[in-house]
C-alpha cells in the first residue's frame, strides 16, 4: 500500500514528503492510521546527527492512531481500536519479559523483521529504516504488537499521542526514579514537554511542594496550571535571583 511519509535521507538537511511503500501485516503487526504525532527533541537531534543511526528512515516516535489491520495472531487490539504507540517494544519470551519486566527485554529484535525479509516501509525499492521502530511522521505505521497499548475512544488523539513519549518518561521520572513520596519538595529544572510532565507525576505522587524553574515566563505559567505550587523565573535579569539561593529559601533550606 502507499502512503505519505517525512524520508530523512541527509544530516542536516530537511525532511522531504515522499509517497511510501507500505507492507501488508505479518502475523503478529498491527497496521494504524497515525492521528497525531508530537515532534521529540530526540527527532530533531537525530536529524541535527547529534543521534546517529541508518538512514534513510522515517523519524517520529510519539503517535497515536487507529487500528486499520491486525496479523493474524494479533490478540490484543482490534480493527477500530484506538491506540498509543511506544518505544518499548517487547518479545513477550525472554527470561525478563517472563519475570513481569518487559521494559527490560533482552531480545528485541524479535520485534523486528529479520535480515532479508520484505522491508515494512520501502521508498522506489529501497528499503527506509524504522526510526525507533515506528516511523510515525507517516499516515500509517505498520509495527509490531507490543508497539501499541489500546486506549479510550473518548481521548483526544492529539493528546493521547504525548503519552508515547513526553509524559512517560517526566511521570516516570517522578514515579519511578525519583521516586517522590507524599509530603516531599520537588524542584524541576526546566518546563518543557517533559518537565511538565515531571510535575504532573510529582503531583500524583502527592508532593507538597513542586518547584518549577525555567528561563521563559510563559511557561512557569503553564507549569502552574499542571501543578506547580511556586515557580522560579532563572536568567541574570529574573526578579527571583539566583535560582539556587531561591530555591533554598523556598524549600527551607533544598528539596528533598
Same mark, same amino acid.
Given at each position: ?42 527527532? *530533531?537531534?537525530?536529524?541535527? /546527527? &547529534?543521534? %546517529? ?5 522515517? =523519524? !517520529?516516535?510519539?503517535? $497515536? ?101 513526553? *509524559?512517560?518518561?517526566?511521570? /516516570? &521520572?517522578? %514515579? ?5 513520596? =507524599? !509530603?516531599?519538595?520537588? $524542584? ?69
Amino acid at each position: 500500500m502507499k502512503a505519505n511519509a517525512a524520508v530523512f535521507t541527509e544530516i542536516g538537511k530537511d525532511l522531504t514528503i515522499e509517497q511510501i511503500d507500505i507492507d501488508d501485516p505479518r502475523p503478529n503487526e498491527v497496521l494504524v492510521r497515525t492521528a497525531a504525532c508530537g515532534v521529540c527533541h530526540s527527532d *530533531v537531534h537525530f536529524a541535527k /546527527g &547529534a543521534i %546517529l543511526g541508518p538512514i534513510p528512515t522515517v =523519524p !517520529g516516535h510519539e503517535p $497515536a492512531g487507529v487500528v486499520e489491520a491486525v496479523g493474524s495472531e494479533v490478540n490484543s487490539v482490534e480493527v477500530g481500536d484506538h491506540v498509543i504507540a511506544c518505544t518499548s517494544m517487547f518479545c513477550g519470551k525472554c527470561n525478563q519479559c517472563l519475570q513481569g519486566r518487559p521494559y527490560l527485554c533482552m531480545d528485541r529484535r524479535q520485534c523486528q523483521r529479520k535480515k532479508g525479509d520484505t522491508p515494512r516501509l520501502s521508498l522506489n525499492g529501497e528499503k527506509l529504516t524504522q526510526f525507533a521502530d515506528l516511523s510515525a511522521f507517516c499516515e500509517k505505521m505498520l509495527v509490531h504488537e507490543s508497539a501499541v497499548v489500546k486506549i479510550d475512544k473518548d481521548i483526544p488523539l492529539a493528546s493521547a499521542a504525548l503519552v508515547g513519549c513526553a *509524559v512517560t518518561t517526566g511521570v /516516570g &521520572a517522578a %514515579l519511578n526514579t525519583a521516586q517522590v513520596k =507524599p !509530603g516531599s519538595s520537588v $524542584a524541576v529544572f526546566g518546563v518543557g514537554g517533559i518537565g511538565i510532565s515531571i510535575i504532573q507525576g510529582a503531583r500524583i505522587a502527592g508532593a507538597r511542594q513542586i518547584i518549577a524553574i525555567d528561563l521563559v515566563p510563559s511557561k512557569l505559567e503553564t507549569a502552574k496550571k499542571f501543578g506547580a505550587t511556586h515557580t522560579l523565573l532563572g536568567g541574570p535579569d529574573s526578579p527571583d535571583g539566583d535560582p539556587v539561593k531561591a530555591l533554598k529559601k523556598l524549600s527551607g533550606g533544598g528539596v528533598d
